[in-house]
């Protein structure tokens, strides 16, 4: 069973930074890109980031650009989320995604989701 | 970079309707488009991929059509437990931008 865990969501001040790291389980994960999508409350869905199988293909979002940064770690089985320089607009609920492929294609498995709450 | 647009915004149907949901690409993006969809407080749900390619599980009265920038997503015969909003995404680059989504609910 594919399993997806995110984790170290919680209220942060404006400017101030932030890591979620998603821990994965039930397939293997070095053979699937992997995505950060996010949700903000009452909102739609939000494509954030991918990185693929092997770090070799990383793309952001026009708005979190210069901001944030993915990464992976395949011998431990997580996905990364650096976020910097947060604004009050990155309120909200992050997913972290399992991709059908080793590049980037559609998402078949989501975890349930940490939520960020960026305020003074 | 490429818009994604969803129409209606929302829409209330009758159980056993047939609901038909358009997305459009502001450029061309091949078949690369998939459907999710998202119930109330629940996580998204791969539908379909491939603009009509219907994932593993998801009942066939779910199907999907397009290329190139206009695609639908039409439930056949509307049952209760398809209250959901509904997402386009286009994956043929980045960023794989999601639609704004199409809420539908019974009459």
């Known amino acids: 069973e594919v399993r997806l865990v995110e984790s170290g969501g919680g209220l942060v001040q404006p400017g101030r930074s932030l890591r979620l790291s998603c821990a994965a389980s039930g397939f293997t994960f070095d053979d699937y890109a992997m995505h950060w999508v996010r949700q903000a409350p009452g909102k739609g869905l939000e494509w954030v980031s991918g990185i693929g199988w092997n770090s070799g293909s990383i793309g952001y979002a026009d708005s979190v650009k210069g901001r944030f940064i993915i990464s992976r770690d395949n011998a431990k089985n997580s996905l990364y989320l650096q976020m910097n320089s947060l604004r009050p607009e990155d309120t909200a609920l992050y997913y972290c995604?399992?991709?059908?492929?080793?590049?980037?294609?559609?998402?078949?498995?989501w975890g349930q989701g940490t939520l960020v709450t960026v305020s003074s | 970079d490429i818009q994604m647009t969803q129409s209606p915004s929302s829409l209330s149907a009758s159980v056993g309707d047939r609901v038909t949901i358009t997305c459009r690409a502001s450029?061309?993006?091949?078949?690369?488009l998939a459907w999710y969809q998202q119930k109330p407080g629940k996580v998204p749900k791969l539908l379909i991929y491939?603009?009509?390619t219907l994932q593993s599980g998801v009942p066939s009265r779910f199907s999907g059509s397009g290329s190139g920038t206009d695609f639908t997503l039409t439930i056949s015969s509307l049952q209760p437990e398809d209250v959901a909003t509904y997402y386009c995404q286009k994956y043929n680059s980045v960023p794989l931008t999601f639609g704004p989504g199409t809420k539908v609910d019974i009459k």
């Open positions: 995604a399992k991709d059908k492929r080793l590049g980037y294609s559609t998402i078949d498995y």
């Open positions: 450029q061309g993006i091949s078949k690369y």
């Open positions: 491939a603009a009509s």
